[in-house]
Structure formats: C-alpha cells, structure tokens
C-alpha cells in the first residue's frame, strides 16, 4: 500500500514567521487531505488537495502528484496554529484506504 | 462538509470494563470508520462500518475487543472491550464526503485506562 512521510517531525517557530511542511507519497493517490490536530485532539480539515494549488488565508497548499509529493505553507504564524499537522493520501476507493502520516508537531511561541 | 457528534469526548476508565463510542452524522452515509491514535502516534484504521453488513476489521483489530454497530445509516457505536490501559488513546470516527471520498472526523474521544 501506500505510505506516507512527512517532514519535518518537530518545528518550532516565533510568531509570525512562515514554515513550509512536507508530505512525501510512495505512489498515485487521488486524494490527499491536510489535516491540523488541535491540543484537544480533534482533527480540522484543512485541504483536499490530490492535485494542484489551493489557498485559504494564511494556509496554503500544493500537490505535485507527478513527483509524489505535497507541501503546506503556514504564513506569518500564530500561536493558535500550534498542534500536529497531519497528511493522509489514498490511492483509490473509499477512505478504508486513507494512509496518514506520522505528523508534524508544530509549535509556536509568542 | 459532514457534522459529526462524537460521544464522550473523554472519560476515565477502570481496567477491565469496557465502553461504548457513539458517532452520529447530521445525513446519511454509506461507511463509517473508526480509527485509533495512542499517545504521540498517528491514526490508524480500526474499522470500516457498513449499514446492515458486519464491519470489516483492520489486520490487528478483532471484533472481540472491538465491536461495532451499525444500526441505520446516520449512527454507529465503537466498543472497547474489556479495556487495559494500553487502550489509552484517541478514538475518531470518520466518513467520506460522497462525491469524492474527502474524509472529516468527529470530535474523538480521549480514554485514559486506571
């Protein structure tokens, strides 16, 4: 199956810098989402993004699905974007097949 | 995007009880997941919920120590049986936006095994 990596595991960043997370996919999905886990251990979607450019305020989102990979740009940072940063792809079918990976643990500090 | 009530949010559990999860969805699904997240992991897949059909388990995950139901399409309970606290996790329910398989999750369910 599937598998996912992400990059890097731990960031820590000051308020308002910007940050760049890597999802990394060993073969052809057709979906890939962001996720963000907050302290209280809920999932928040972020994007759907199984290709191309997505952007939602100060988050953004691109998949190049020819080399297998997917980054997450964070801009000008705030405290309240702390927590783990998860990507999950599938490469089929219905989510009994959605992979995530092991995250990134993204803190920040006023 | 689905709406998804998950409950208890948490709670505290003696060894060798066992609990009841219930996920409920504000429109009917054909699937229902459920996952695990035990401390500083990620999500894995316990198990995929089909309305009037036996859910299917995960390699690792039997229907003794996890049983589901599914009674209707809107509604699913997870059990966790006989706990240890080695079931101290997060567990989430999950379905799949139909149109195109993106997933959204409940709130989860945060259990400490004593």
């Known amino acids: 199956g599937i598998q996912v990596e992400q990059s890097p595991p731990d960031l820590i960043l000051q308020e308002g810098a910007n940050s760049t997370l890597r999802c990394n996919f060993s073969?052809?999905?057709?979906?890939l989402q962001w996720f963000h886990q907050n302290p209280w251990g809920q999932l928040i979607n972020l994007f759907y993004?199984?290709?191309g450019t997505k952007q939602n305020g100060r988050l953004s989102a691109t998949t190049v699905a020819t080399e297998r990979y997917s980054l997450l740009y964070i801009s000008s940072s705030q405290t309240t974007d702390s927590g783990v940063y998860f990507c999950?792809?599938?490469?089929?079918?219905?989510?009994?097949?959605?992979?995530f990976g092991k995250g990134t643990k993204l803190s920040v500090k006023p | 995007s689905a709406v998804i009530s998950q409950k208890p949010s948490r709670d505290i559990c003696q060894r060798g009880t066992s609990l009841t999860i219930q996920c409920q969805v504000d429109s009917q699904v054909t699937m229902m997941f459920w996952y695990r997240q035990q401390p500083g992991q990620s999500l894995t897949l316990i198990a995929t919920?089909?309305?009037?059909?036996?859910?299917?388990?995960e390699s690792g995950f039997v229907i003794d120590k996890f049983p589901i139901s599914r009674p209707n399409l809107t509604f699913s309970t997870l059990t966790v049986s006989n706990m240890s606290p080695e079931d101290s996790s997060i567990y989430l329910c999950?379905?799949?936006?139909?149109?195109?398989?993106?997933?959204?999750f409940g709130q989860g369910t945060r259990l400490t095994v004593v």
């Open positions: 993004i199984p290709s």
């Open positions: 999950s379905v799949d936006r139909v149109v195109r398989g993106e997933a959204f």
């Open positions: 919920a089909n309305q009037g059909s036996e859910a299917t388990y």
């Open positions: 999950a792809a599938s490469g089929g079918g219905s989510q009994g097949n959605l992979i």
């Open positions: 073969d052809s999905v057709n979906n």
